[in-house]
């Protein structure tokens, strides 16, 4: 069983911001590879796929609804209730100090301020986790929570769009090849053209 945990913050505000390109991920993933609708549980949204014959994994797909510094909460409950453990899950999130577009999937390590990750860490009594971090940019002079909680610049749309696009393309590599592969293959610049 894999955990896919997609960060970002409930509602139509923050629908179009950067601090939400985790939620962005996971949706464009659940429709490409044709997961459940979600639904409600684990003070989050859920979405599942049955594995695949003949070995695959069952899949969870999980958007905690609970904001982004209370996520370790939701993520541990779902986790709990399932008897999975931080060598199941994968925590897709924001992150302000890459390049906008910047793709770094990391094994383990600290929240690097991320409040989400931090949340995480603190439920789960361990930094063991994987994470695959997308790069937002930063704006200088621009106060941090005011650029991640400010909706998208249009001349920052297609690249985020591209960013997100490549971020739901690795998660396959990420399930069947695992965290070395996909960390090869996806970090980095972004490719050309």
Do not use: C
């Not at 541990?76 to 399932?82: C, M, N, P, S, V």
């Not at 941090?144 to 998660?171: G, H, N």
């Amino acid at each position: 069983m894999k955990w896919i945990i997609g960060l970002g913050n409930p509602g139509k505000r923050y629908a179009a911001t950067r601090h939400n390109v985790g939620f962005d991920v996971l949706d464009r993933f659940a429709r490409m590879r044709g997961f459940d609708e979600y639904r409600k549980k684990f003070a989050s949204l859920m979405a599942e796929k049955p594995p695949a014959p003949p070995d695959g994994e069952k899949v969870f797909l999980l958007k905690p609804q609970t904001y982004m510094n209370r996520s370790g909460g939701a993520v541990r409950e779902a986790l709990d209730y399932f008897g999975a453990g931080p060598e199941d899950l994968l925590v897709v999130h924001d992150d302000i100090d890459l390049p906008l577009g910047r793709l770094r999937y990391r094994s383990s390590g600290s929240s690097g301020g991320h409040r989400g990750v931090e949340s995480i860490l603190n439920a789960l009594g361990t930094d063991r986790f994987a994470r695959l971090k997308i790069g937002i940019g930063r704006e200088v002079g621009r106060d941090a929570a005011d650029y991640v909680l400010a909706p998208v610049a249009t001349d920052d749309r297609e690249p985020m769009a591209r960013a997100v696009a490549r971020a739901a393309e690795s998660l396959d590599v990420w399930l069947l090849e695992g965290l070395e592969r996909a960390a090869l293959l996806y970090n980095g610049k972004e490719p050309e053209g």
